[in-house]
Structures are given as C-alpha cells and as structure tokens.
C-alpha cells in the first residue's frame, strides 16, 4: 500500500482529456477577468520560469516536468522567459 511510488499512483488516477483543459482555463480567466491568452502550457512555462527565477537546479526541474533528456529543460534556461 505505502510502498508505490507516487508516480504509479498518479499513472492510476483519471485525467482531463486535451480538448477540456484549454475550454477550462478559458472559462476561469473570464471568470476572474484575465485578459491575456490563458493556456496549458503558459502555466507550465511560467512555473518553469519562476523556479529558475529561484535558482532551482536544472535536473530538479528536468524530473518535475518529467522531460526524459536534460536537453529538453535546458531550452527552458536559454528562453529565459
């Protein structure tokens, strides 16, 4: 029981389909009235960003965006947001 990983218990729960998650941020940003172009992946880069911003180490961030090649996060560093 308490011997799973968490990323074998996170393989098990159910997940939004592609199509619903941008309908959804949209929906919550007219909500709170954001103006700017809400989606997936903006949420993604902008916290990538902020942990660089605070010095995280590249492999920490490499292993919570679940990139397999190193290579993938450093595009991330060189962007710079």
């Known amino acids: 029981m308490f011997g799973e990983t968490s990323r074998s218990f996170e393989a098990k729960q159910p997940r939004a389909s592609n199509s619903f998650r941008p309908w959804a941020l949209k929906r919550l940003a007219d909500r709170g009235e954001i103006e700017a172009n809400v989606y997936p992946h903006r949420f993604r880069h902008t916290f990538t960003c902020q ?6 180490p590249l492999d920490f961030i490499q292993g919570m965006l679940g990139h397999k090649k190193a290579s ?3 595009i991330y560093a060189q962007l710079r947001c």
């Open 51 to 56: 942990l660089l911003d605070n010095g995280a």
């Open 72 to 74: 993938t996060t450093q």
